[in-house]
């Protein structure tokens, strides 16, 4: 099986920055593209940020020029890199890798990590 691990939230004060971790393992052959998601009370869980295998990356309008992701594709681990924090990115962040071909397998699954919470307060 695949594991999505992710780390680096907890509470920063508006204006901070933060670097959140993902980390994937397990029988993976390769991954295609990873991303960030987040998911703030009440609301729907919305992409924030991805990244593929070739590291071209895209974002949300509305965290471009703040937010940057990046990619250790040895490591099967993506990082995003969060500054200018505002109170509206307080949320859980999640972890996804999609196109994941694990060794012995043909078929491509998606997987999820456990989320990582992010509180922007002072």
């Known amino acids: 099986q695949v594991r999505l691990v992710e780390s680096g939230g907890g509470l920063v004060q508006p204006g901070g920055s933060l670097r959140l971790s993902c980390a994937a393992s397990?029988?993976?052959?390769?991954?295609?593209?990873m991303g960030w998601y987040r998911q703030a009370p009440g609301n729907q869980r919305e992409r924030v940020a991805g990244i593929s295998s070739d590291g071209s990356t895209n974002y949300a309008d509305s965290v471009k020029g703040r937010f940057t992701i990046s990619g250790d594709n040895a490591k099967n681990t993506v990082y995003l890199r969060i500054d200018s924090l505002k109170p509206e990115d307080t949320a859980v962040y999640y972890c996804?890798?999609?196109?994941?071909?694990?060794?012995?397998?043909?078929?491509?699954?998606?997987?999820w990590g456990q989320g990582t919470q992010v509180t922007v307060s002072s």
């Open positions: 996804n890798a999609d196109g994941v071909l694990l060794r012995g397998d043909w078929r491509l699954y998606e997987y």
């Open positions: 397990g029988n993976i052959f390769s991954i295609n593209a």
